[in-house]
């Protein structure tokens, strides 16, 4: 009776087992194409339970990008943190959460955790391209070409490194040149350039006044 029982449980963990990995699996699927809802919905199902051949710190920090993406970026911060609690140096729950921390407007923090980042890899062109956009945030415009520069020479195909290089030299003044930049990222395919072109207007009359 008793093998009966425990084959009996062990049969039912393997299927709980199976369907878990199947929803984490599911859900990464959905999340590699940018189906966020559906990529929610499976990867929570999977929850402290088996993730097959991912990792936890993955795991959590797939969900926080879902989050971010959909929003919720206070869940973001909670799953980004549950991947840097498990490794606090993951690279890119740092850098996810930085981006997090900038969207909320928490600048200090984002800074803090892209500088943490960039000390593990400093040649990531994602990286590179988010601190140069928050430099632009905090007014440091220098910083921002710094790392927009370095962005665009390790990935010339970064279209964010493109156009916040633009906005970046408008901050600085060299206007015909933060132009030319702003076309390239136009052709690399950048949607708002007419918004970017306006703001380089401004700072410009703002200039020569």
Known sequence: MKLVLFSTLFMVLCISCQSSVEHVNQGMNYYSKGDFKNAREHLLKSEGKSLGSYSEKEYYTSLGNTFNALNSLDSAKIYHKK??????????????????????????????????ANKINPNDAKLNTSLGSLYIYINNP?????????????????????????????YLGQFQKSREELELAESLGYKNGQSIRNKISALQIANQN
């Open 83 to 116: 991947a840097l609690q498990i490794d606090p140096q993951y690279f890119d729950a740092l850098m996810n959460l930085g981006i997090v921390y900038r969207r909320t407007g928490e600048y200090a923090l984002s800074l803090e955790c892209y500088m943490e």
């Open 142 to 170: 220098e910083m921002a070409a710094k790392h927009l520069r370095k962005a665009i020479k390790l990935d010339p195909s970064m279209v964010l490194a493109h156009s916040n290089y633009a906005l970046a030299l408008g």
